[in-house]
């Protein structure tokens, strides 16, 4: 399944992570520290090293192969340099047929409107090939421009979950959102 895992779109390539992403993720991850840690949890410095970055998609990988989780690396059109990352996690099925979505782009890329031109077609990936009947979603309620992404790629609120996550090492408040697959 992983090698169905790939697309284009006019401005990017967007895949399945791979093991040799080792370099292009940790390049991505050490380039967007100080811009991504508002939005991520604490990280400690073996993060961002290269060892770390190989172990996440060792991680990754296993996922895969256990129908868990499908991580998306989103390159420029030439696959040099990662852009931002998205990833279906936490898939359960049986009677739920759900995941987790969560997303993050380089802070040199925000405002082009990258993000929906990746998860428009992901989205119809996760809903026909992984047969997934809803994905749900949560933002920060001070991040406005995750709030109108969702919304415009068909996102309902579903409510408040108070102290939901810690983030940044403060424990946060998240609007909770999910998409149904169309009829």
Partial sequence: MSGAIAWRTARLSCRLA??????????YRTTNREHLASWEPL???????????RRTLEEWMAGVAQDRVYPVLMFDPGEREVLGSFTFSN??????????LGYGLAGDQQGKGLMREALAPALDWAFGTLGLHRVMANYLPRNARSGRLLAALGFEREGLARRYLQIAGTWEDHVLTAKIAPD
């Fill in 18 to 27: 791979k093991p040799d992403d080792a370099e292009a993720l940790w390049r």
């Fill in 91 to 100: 898939v359960v099925r049986g009677a739920f047929q759900a995941c987790q």
């Fill in 43 to 53: 990280r400690d410095e073996a993060y961002y090293t290269q060892a770390h970055a």
